[in-house]
């Protein structure tokens, strides 16, 4: 294995890569097929807890799939990882939220939010206590600390006290394959898997408190009975993560069962065609590190309502409607806007494609990129 001068050994955690649909997975799965297609120099170890399906990750020669069977579960990151960094004389280990305490190796860690301490009432206790203890603990003995957004920035300075000059903002970019699907035929192929009917409304992400999905079934029910001549449903795609049964029953309670559909995971293959086919996404959350889904649906051009409240924003700039998030009757309203108003829903369309097309991967990685080269030149921390 070729180790020039110039070139750097860096590890990633790569595990989020196997699991299903998330922000994480998201990030890390283009994160690491970027940094291949624009980083031949520098050797990289795709850390991982079993094998991956073929096809999954890069397969440049200086990409390594490196698997680390799990044998203290989720100490895998504070045991195993900093082992098998020290031996494989790894420069820099980029790892997710929990960064390992000792090992001798330059750490960064990724901090894509802190919903956890700012809406504790929406997480399970369990994982609020891990993350609120390891969390502090970690952005202090990391080299450098990478977020999403100015916002999720903002929130680690107030709350864990962490020096600007070492939080970098590497925001996300949007898949090549969030594109507006024109082909009638492979939209009608992609709602009948799914049985969707159109119209619809639609909204996506992991179904949990912090997403605000109660709320919008309460804008949807105040939306249908102030305007029955409008003909769309409500259709909510998203793996169940928890606090799901009473969302569920705020279907039952608004008599909507027949106009709510809930789809379950969708596959990344056919997320731009729901995307394309929905007449307004709507994605209300409470809190974002940065809000993803706005974006993708943005770069199918459909129009979208989301909230003004933390980096959403930033993100979505003037080419969305944002709303209070806590406001039933501004989500409603803004939900109306666009289904009555055609010539809204143009501008926001064209706002949205021009806006998505500023945030790409490879910016994403060259950033990133750029973090690892400075965190190299530091020197090691003690094991």
């Known amino acids: 294995m070729n180790h020039g001068p110039c070139s750097l050994r860096i590890g990633i955690d790569a595990r989020t ?24 120099e520098n050797e990289y170890f795709l850390l991982l807890d079993r094998a991956p399906p073929p096809g999954l990750l890069p397969e440049a020669l200086n990409f390594h799939p490196l698997v680390i069977p799990t044998f203290w579960g989720r100490w895998w990151t504070m045991v ?11 420069d820099v280990l980029h790892v997710q939220y929990i960064a390992p305490p000792w090992g001798g190796t330059r750490v960064v860690t990724a901090i894509h939010d802190v919903s956890f301490a700012v809406l504790p009432e929406t997480f399970p206790l369990k994982d609020r206590l891990l993350l609120n203890f390891f969390i502090p603990l970690s952005a202090s003995s990391a080299a450098k600390v990478i977020t999403l957004s100015a916002s999720s920035k903002r929130d680690l300075i107030e709350r864990y006290g962490i020096a600007p000059e070492k939080i970098v903002i590497t925001p996300c ?8 699907v024109e082909d009638p035929q492979v939209v009608a192929a992609v709602l009948r898997r799914y049985g969707i009917t159109p119209p619809f409304i639609l909204s996506v992400g992991l179904l949990q ?35 799901v049964e009473s969302l569920r029953e705020r279907v039952r309670a608004r008599r909507l069962e027949d106009a709510v559909h809930f789809v379950g995971y969708v596959a990344d293959e056919d997320l731009p ?20 889904p706005p974006l993708e649906a943005m770069a199918c051009g459909t129009p979208v309502v989301t909230s ?3 980096s959403i924003p930033e993100v979505v700039g003037d080419a969305a409607l944002t709303v209070n998030p806590l406001d039933v009757e501004a989500i409603a ?14 501008m926001l369309t064209a706002r949205g494609l021009e806006r998505a097309r500023g945030f790409t991967w490879e910016k994403t990685a060259r950033l990133t990129l750029d973090v690892y080269r400075e965190v190299a030149k530091q020197r090691p921390s003690s094991p």
């Open 173 to 180: 970019g949007v898949d090549e394959t969030m594109r507006r």
């Open 333 to 346: 309203g803004a939900m109306e806007q666009i289904l009555t108003d055609t010539a809204l829903r143009q």
């Open 209 to 243: 408190p912090r997403k605000n999905l109660p709320r919008v079934v309460d804008a949807f029910a105040r939306l249908h009975e102030r305007r029955p001549d409008l003909p769309q449903r409500l259709v909510v795609a998203g793996r169940v993560g928890w606090g």
């Open 308 to 310: 003004n409240v933390s």
């Open 17 to 40: 890569t196997l699991s299903p649909k998330t922000g994480d997975r998201t990030y890390t799965l283009n994160l690491v097929r970027a940094l291949a297609q624009i980083d031949a």
């Open 80 to 90: 195993q990882v900093p082992l098998v960094a020290r031996r494989a004389r790894m």
């Open 273 to 292: 065609a729901l995307y394309s086919a929905a007449d307004l996404f709507v994605y209300p959350s409470l809190y974002e590190g940065f809000g993803l």
